[in-house]
């Protein structure tokens, strides 16, 4: 659609929609897993959709209507989940509010999870994980492959960072604050 964050020539297309200005748009296949009316009473109809990223659920349902012969628009959409991630694991503001620190704790270390499809490199150097925690530490190694995000690992297991070579060594986000205990090791709090 062109109130989408998709670029043309370097311009996003909602800021080209508010213009005024429509742009041709190459059709873009993208897969529906699951496309399941939940409830109708006409004129309004409940639908679940399970679907692949870059799926506009707007523009399906518009085509739906369109492919009816008549019309169809969204009047209210939810995302219930995204990959692995479901709405029923989140915590909401209050819950952070009420949130113990040993829950919050519990809750960060499934950071690691969240995003498993990128490489690790574990770092058994406590001097290494300050060096990561401090923004500081550049890979001496070369275990960072060049053009592909990486997550830094503790041997615990716990998410320390998302780093990127291309060519320059990149921090896209470092997790937590260190301090030091009597056996001076890095712990994320």
């Not at 929609?17 to 004129?43: C, D, I, N």
């Not at 309004?44 to 008549?70: K, M, N, P, Q, W």
């Amino acid at each position: 659609p062109m109130y989408s964050a998709l670029r043309h020539e370097g311009t996003r297309l909602y800021d080209l929609a508010r213009e005024g200005v429509t742009v041709e748009r190459p059709a873009r296949t993208r897969t529906v897993f699951q496309f399941k009316l939940t409830h109708w009473a006409p004129p309004h109809a409940h639908f679940t959709v399970e679907c692949e990223g870059g799926t506009y659920v707007r523009t399906l349902i518009h085509d739906l209507g369109a492919s009816l012969g008549g019309g169809a628009v969204v009047t209210r959409l939810r995302r219930t989940a995204i990959g692995p991630h479901r709405v029923e694991r989140a915590l909401s503001g209050t819950g952070l509010e009420d949130a113990t620190k040993e829950s919050i704790l519990q809750f960060s270390n499934r950071l690691a999870a969240a995003v498993p499809q990128l490489p690790s490199v574990v770092l058994e150097d406590p001097l290494e994980h300050r060096g990561v925690l401090c923004g500081s530490w550049t890979d001496p190694d070369q275990r960072v492959l060049e053009g592909e995000p990486h997550r830094v690992m503790s041997p615990r297991g716990e998410l320390l960072a998302i780093v990127e070579r291309r060519p320059e060594f990149k921090f896209h986000r470092v997790f937590g604050e260190r301090f030091e205990n009597e056996q001076d090791e890095v712990i994320l709090r």
